[in-house]
């Protein structure tokens, strides 16, 4: 049996993968991976399923030992990680010897790192899935952070298909695995063997540039937008906010030009989306994130489109962002050449 110890933990590193959809009825929100596109290239990277569980580190990693050895990847962020003390960059498989250990420091850029493994990580599922959903204290590893003493099972959820992941499948209909969307290419990893040689391996730097994070978010009209004036809509749309020092994975609170008109005594409590933008009473936006309350009885202005959620999960305290309305049509667009993009023979060389 191949484990990971946990030798330190960092500030803030749980298990995650795809998440978990279908369950809001239940009051339950679909957790996951931050950044999922990190998530999904780092497991192509090691010969994995898309959505197999991994580490997820927020703005400062840990420090990990492999007993047994194994094969890794770090995507996003640069954590400054070394082996030994040697450097290891994002976005490449590297072999872990038996006995290694990989240290993350703080970040250098975005907020978020994930340590994908050759054969994920080997978790209890919850609702079908691994991933951690802090708030209620399920799933993942024991329902919470990982400590200092932490020892995770390394399992078997290589590439061979789609289905073929260890604790980790999402429930049907996840918006963030593309195998659920139609007319959406499922990555040729997805239903092929995993290649005979994983170190190494990178993710072409022309795919990266066009996967670049986004300080101005695009979005679509929320279903109450029209509760607020054309000027104050103008306001949101020109104003520069600040990442607040509350954000979480519940939701990124935002500082700046306050927006009047978000609470309505006569508005009913309803479900609510990844990405919606709600306008609290005090007139400060907040972006729900992926522990969101699965219902809310603020006004939506807006929703962040789901081609630049991942740049969501990248944003620190003190980030500042912008606003850009698109339709839905672009929305849809944008998505699918994404998806293309991420299912494209050229992702990794």
């Keep these: 049996m ?18 978990r959809e279908g ?20 497991n192509r990277l090691v010969g994995n399923a898309e959505g197999a569980a991994a580490l997820e580190m927020t703005l400062l990693g840990g420090t990990f030992a492999f007993p047994q050895g194994a094969v890794g990847a ?23 010897k038996p006995g290694q250990r990989l240290r993350l420091g703080p970040t250098r850029t975005g907020a978020r790192c994930y340590l994908c493994v050759r054969g ?28 200092k003493g932490d020892v995770l099972k390394i399992g078997d959820a290589v590439s061979s298909s789609r289905t073929d992941t260890l604790a980790c499948s999402p429930a049907p209909s996840n918006p963030r695995d593309p195998s659920s969307r139609p007319g959406i ?72 030009p306050a927006i009047p008109g978000g609470s309505h005594g006569e508005m009913i409590s309803e479900g609510v989306s990844l990405g919606a933008i709600q306008i609290a009473a005090g007139g400060l936006p907040i972006i729900l994130f992926v522990e969101q309350q699965t219902t809310g009885g603020y006004a939506k202005i807006a929703n962040v489109i789901s081609a630049d959620l991942h740049s969501l999960g990248q944003l620190r305290p003190r980030d500042e962002i912008r606003f850009g309305s698109v339709s839905f049509d672009t929305a849809l667009k944008l998505l699918i050449e994404q998806e293309k993009l991420l299912a494209s023979e050229d992702l990794i060389v």
């Design 2 to 19: 191949r484990v990971i110890e946990v030798l330190s933990p960092g500030l803030l590193t749980t298990v995650q993968d795809l998440g």
């Design 23 to 42: 369950f809001g009825p239940m009051g339950v929100s679909p957790s996951g991976a931050a950044d999922p596109i990190a998530l999904r290239i780092g």
């Design 74 to 96: 770090l995507a996003s962020s640069d954590f400054g990680a070394t082996l030994d003390g040697v450097a290891i960059p994002s976005w490449t498989s590297f072999e872990v």
């Design 120 to 147: 994920g990580l080997a978790v209890e599922p919850f609702l079908g899935s691994a991933s951690t959903h802090l708030l209620s204290g399920l799933g993942g590893h024991e329902g919470r952070a990982l400590r």
């Design 185 to 256: 290419p499922a990555s040729p990893l997805a239903s092929s063997a995993a290649p005979p040689s994983l170190i190494g391996r990178k993710v072409a730097p022309i795919i990266l540039e066009r996967l670049a994070l986004r300080k101005t978010l695009r979005v679509t009209p929320g279903p109450q937008s029209d509760w607020f004036s054309k000027t104050v809509q103008r306001t949101f749309y020109n104003a520069t906010y600040r990442v607040s020092e509350e954000a979480n994975r519940m939701g990124l609170r935002l500082e700046g």
